[in-house]
């Protein structure tokens, strides 16, 4: 598959977030929350190669790899509306989910 068009879909995805959080935050924000990178990536590894163990075990891997992330959603509304600067919080945010991600990591490797 070519990489203009899985560059093509990732980029019409963030367009449609951005522009849809103009309008309403909570619809950009459910659309974000949608497995589309997910769903999209097993469909054309799925296309590419037919390999159904390969999909299973990135399914699996992938719910492990998203708790780590949850945390940063919850500290980044509330850093933001506790009048922290974005570049700082986001920051802090990325730095904790980065540890969060390493620990989970050491976790599945066990």
């Known amino acids: 598959m070519s990489y203009l068009f899985k560059t093509l879909i990732a980029a019409i995805i963030i367009v449609l977030v951005t522009e849809l959080s103009k309008r309403s935050t ?14 999209t990536s ?11 163990i390969k999909i299973a075990d990135m399914s699996q891997q992938t719910f492990w790899y998203v708790l780590p992330t949850l945390p940063m959603f919850l500290l980044f509304g509330w850093m933001l509306k506790n009048n922290m600067s974005f570049y700082v919080s986001l920051g802090i945010c990325c730095l904790i989910t980065a540890g969060l991600f390493t620990l989970t990591q050491h976790l599945l490797i066990k």
């Open 26 to 39: 909570a619809m950009a924000a459910f659309l974000l929350a949608l497995p589309i990178i997910s769903i």
């Open 42 to 52: 097993f469909l054309l590894i799925w296309m590419e190669t037919k390999d159904k």
